[in-house]
């Protein structure tokens, strides 16, 4: 008992000093994603792992031992005392001890799932953050560009080519623009406020150079890492339980197995008696015969077939969703050279740059140049973002996100979580 309270205490020690080298030496990033092993989900199932890891399943050899006393002809002179001892057979003891076994194993799973969740969580928000900052900066560009547009407009209104309608749409759209930023701006600060619970600081240094970048993750679709073959916690955990109600079919069997009993050894005391005492050893069989554990058993046999149609249905599940992850992953990054090609080819920035330098522009094509130039550049963040949501999605259903050791998988270098 006192041992087993010790290990809570250092168990409690160690998550404490856990938290509190989170904020020392560690990026925001590397932070945020700390907080994962620390939340309350994780820490439950790390406590249930470590009680279970403290417990004894093993079954003893030894079922029971009864003192027994009975007096002969009523006369308490005459007393016999036998002992008699009911063990275990061999079978229900290994069952019993595969079954918790097994029941570790699953917590262990379970762990692993609900930590998978926690980071899945905090690498979606890192992510949500970054791109929210990005679509801000990108707006108020667009922002810009619209005041222009007014501003051009309104120099043209002695024009006869002026047109009063395109005017009165240009300042809609600052307004809207106006309203979109506003909103963006909520979002940040809602990130904020979520980001700053977790690692308990208000000034959140995460830019968009610190996130993978998509040839990153084209390279590692195209190499061997992502494509490790990992069995998912999921799966594994319907697994255990498909093994546990097989463990306890064993087990509930192996009691209407013919087996011995009881052993005995009687002692008796008669001062009549000559050698006024006498001893005796017995022992008894079990000659199981079925009724109601035989409808017991064969409930168990009915949760056997359907743990192991669980199983089987998810883990095909799994691999449907991982392959449509992949499939849709990999479909957003050629979509995503294609239109960086696009935009290389149409070279509108340069084409910016040269019209502004030589003049040769009227004011405004160089005004329709610098909106396409915002809009192209909103359209990559925007595919950016659905890649990299994509590919957080794809390391989920691999299984690769919480496995040891446990790697930043939103870092351009994979580096490892400390």
Do not use: C
């Amino acid at each position: 008992m006192i041992a087993g309270l010790n290990k809570i205490i250092i168990l409690f020690l160690i998550l404490s000093s856990f938290e509190e080298v989170l904020s020392q030496g560690q990026s925001d990033i590397d932070k945020i994603l700390g907080t994962a092993f620390v939340s309350n989900s994780v820490k439950f199932n790390l406590e249930k792992i470590d009680q279970l890891s403290n417990l004894d399943y093993n079954v003893p050899l030894i079922e029971k031992v009864e003192l027994r006393s009975e007096t002969n002809g009523f006369d308490f002179k005459k007393q016999d005392y036998a002992i008699r001892v009911s063990p275990n057979s061999k079978s229900s003891r290994r069952a019993h001890r595969q079954f918790h076994e097994s029941v570790r194993f699953m917590t262990k799973m379970e762990y692993t799932i609900e930590l998978m969740k926690s980071l899945s969580e905090r690498y979606h928000l890192i992510k949500d953050y970054v791109f929210a900052n990005e679509m801000l900066r990108i707006e108020k560009i667009r922002n810009v560009v619209a005041l222009d547009k007014v501003k051009l407009l309104k120099k043209m209104i002695s024009l006869s080519s002026f047109d009063i309608v395109e005017l009165i749409e240009a300042e809609d759209e600052i307004n809207r623009l106006q309203r979109k930023i506003q909103s963006i701006n909520n979002t940040i600060e809602n990130f904020k406020m979520q980001i700053s619970e977790l690692i308990s600081q208000d000034d959140i240094q995460i830019e968009r150079g610190d996130i993978i970048s998509v040839h990153k993750i084209k390279t590692l679709m195209l190499g061997s890492l992502i494509e490790i073959e990992n069995s998912h916690p999921e799966a594994e955990v319907l697994s255990a339980k498909h093994y546990n109600a097989s463990m306890e079919y064993e087990w509930e069997a192996s009691k209407n197995n013919f087996s011995i009993g009881f052993l005995q050894a009687k002692y008796g005391h008669d001062p009549n008696d000559p050698f006024r005492n006498n001893f005796s050893l017995g022992f008894g069989f079990d000659f199981p015969i079925k009724g109601s554990s035989g409808l017991e058993l064969n409930e168990i046999k009915v949760n056997i077939l359907d743990a192991q149609s669980k199983y089987l249905a998810t883990k095909d599940q799994i691999e449907r969703d991982k392959q449509r992850s992949k499939s849709k992953l990999k479909s957003l990054i050629s979509i995503y050279d294609l239109l960086s090609k696009q935009i290389e080819e149409g070279n509108a920035n340069h084409a910016l740059s040269e019209y502004s330098r030589q003049g040769v522009a009227s004011p405004r094509a160089l005004l329709k140049l610098k909106e396409l130039t915002v809009s192209n550049e909103a359209l990559l963040i925007e595919l950016q973002a659905e890649i990299i949501t994509s590919y957080i999605d794809y390391i989920y259903r691999t299984g690769l996100m919480a496995s040891n050791p446990y790697t930043n998988y939103i870092h351009e270098e994979l580096s490892l979580l400390k």
